[in-house]
């Protein structure tokens, strides 16, 4: 059983005691620390160095396995967005987990060969702007489902398809003009974004798709953005995606697929297994309802695209505080990683909960948390109360493994982290730490 005031399982604290815990001095030392599952925190920061970016297969397994259980009865495939995190070592620990994966550019579905070569046929393409170059790569690769996203684009991929003598199965992404409470950026399903073609235009789509001999007509998909926690606007997208599943069939289609694209939401503010974060498993169970209510007697085939909601709580960023310092009132702790590890707290104004990997007991501080990075959207955290941290100690940055690595840059030519993945009391590298020749090397 999970103790509550702890953060799940993977990422706790512990007491760490020294096999001679006898004198005084030694219990001084047994501070509470943070461990993602049965290994430090503080060991792997001093082995591999900071920033670093640990993430728990524990905590994978469980929330891929919830999902699993969530829609357990239903003829559904997960595919794992790999846009969220795209470390092939995780990818691989996703294929033993039998996910397949949604890919967005050629460079994912390369990723996701490397995890595994037979991966392909449980990979859906996605996106606006898919190039010929990655087109024919997917076809060659003889993927599940392309999910196409324009007149135009379907014209494209039916004259690579037919050059290449194969056939393409084929959804329409379609924009179901559904508003989701999520921050602009990552909202997707209103007609005025970019993404997918409008609901109301999908016959007539799906009628030139059909005369299209190397094009195979398998499904309906929709995505209506990322980081929801109403699932209100799941239920409305799914009822019109299942009112156009029977239209289209009415039509005489053959529609096999419904896929619900990805978007489930994590608590990043969650502060104890308590809270609704922690109870992932009813979480998605409820997600599952509103996705499952409008599709019953449709016997269709499900495909889930999540992303965040499996990689998310599974990393953390570690990080080394470099210096104090206080500016008038206010008082800043600059570390090592910046907004080029980690940039969704810049671009998505998104709050990590911030923790000090040892416990401490001092008093809380107001404080800004920054980076390195000439930047003032260079923070981690604004005006946030945390304990009392020194020049030296270790931060973990929570919730990090969704959208963290996978949107690292190079900013100010800082090399980017390495990445470790916690089994039990294994810690494994799944990717070097950059260094400043890989970063000059294209230019040399
Ligand atoms: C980004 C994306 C996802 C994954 O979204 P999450 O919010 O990470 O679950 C799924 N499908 C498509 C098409 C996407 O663009």
Do not use: W
């Amino acid at each position: 059983m999970r103790k509550t005031s702890q953060r799940p399982p993977g990422f706790e604290y512990r007491s760490e005691r020294p096999l001679l815990a006898k004198s005084a001095r030694s219990r001084a030392s047994t501070l509470d620390e943070l461990f993602c599952e049965q290994t430090s925190l503080h060991r792997l920061a001093e082995r591999f160095g900071t920033p670093l970016y640990v993430y728990s297969a524990g905590i994978i397994r469980e929330r891929v396995s919830d999902f699993q259980n969530a829609f357990r009865g239903t003829d559904c495939n997960i595919c794992y967005s790999v846009k969220a995190n795209s470390n092939i070592s995780i990818l691989r620990l996703l294929v033993k987990l039998g996910c397949g994966f949604d890919v967005v550019s050629g460079g994912e579905l390369q990723r996701v060969l490397r995890a595994k070569r037979t991966a392909a046929a449980d990979v859906v393409f996605s996106g606006v702007g898919k190039t010929i170059p990655e087109i024919e790569a997917a076809l060659k690769a003889d993927i599940l489902l392309f999910n196409v996203e324009s007149a135009s684009e379907l014209e494209t991929l039916a004259t690579c398809a037919a050059r290449l003598k194969r056939r393409a199965r084929i959804a329409f992404r379609v924009n179901p003009d559904v508003p989701a409470d999520t921050h602009p950026y990552i909202s997707t399903g209103l007609h005025k974004h970019k993404f997918g073609v409008p609901i109301g235009e999908a016959r007539e789509l799906y009628a030139r798709a059909a005369s299209l001999r190397c094009l195979q007509i398998a499904g309906i998909s929709v995505h209506i953005g990322s980081q929801i926690t109403d699932f209100a606007p799941f239920g409305i997208a799914m009822e019109r995606v299942a009112e156009l599943v029977r239209q289209l069939r009415k039509d005489g289609h053959a529609i096999e697929y419904v896929d619900a694209g990805g978007g489930l939401g994590i608590d990043y503010r969650a502060h104890s297994s308590s809270d609704a974060e922690l109870n992932f498993s009813s979480v998605v169970m409820e997600y599952a309802r509103s996705i499952l209510t409008p599709l019953r007697k449709l016997d269709i085939k499900l495909l889930l695209e999540p992303g965040r909601s499996i990689i998310g709580p599974a990393g953390v960023l570690l990080t080394r505080v470099l210096y104090r310092k206080t500016n008038g009132d206010k008082k800043f702790v600059i570390v090592d990683a910046a907004m080029n590890d980690l940039i969704r707290p810049s671009l998505y104004q998104a709050e990590h909960q911030i923790v000090p990997v040892k416990a401490g007991n001092d008093d809380p501080e107001v404080l800004d948390i920054v980076g390195p990075v000439c930047e003032s959207g260079d923070f981690f955290a604004r005006g946030r109360e945390l304990p009392h941290v020194e020049e030296g100690d270790l931060l973990a940055i929570l919730d990090a493994g969704a959208y963290g690595m996978a949107l690292a840059s190079n900013y100010n030519s800082r090399p980017r982290p390495a990445e470790v993945l916690v089994n039990g009391k294994s810690a494994k590298v799944i990717r070097r730490r950059e260094t400043i020749s890989d970063l000059l090397m294209p230019e040399l």
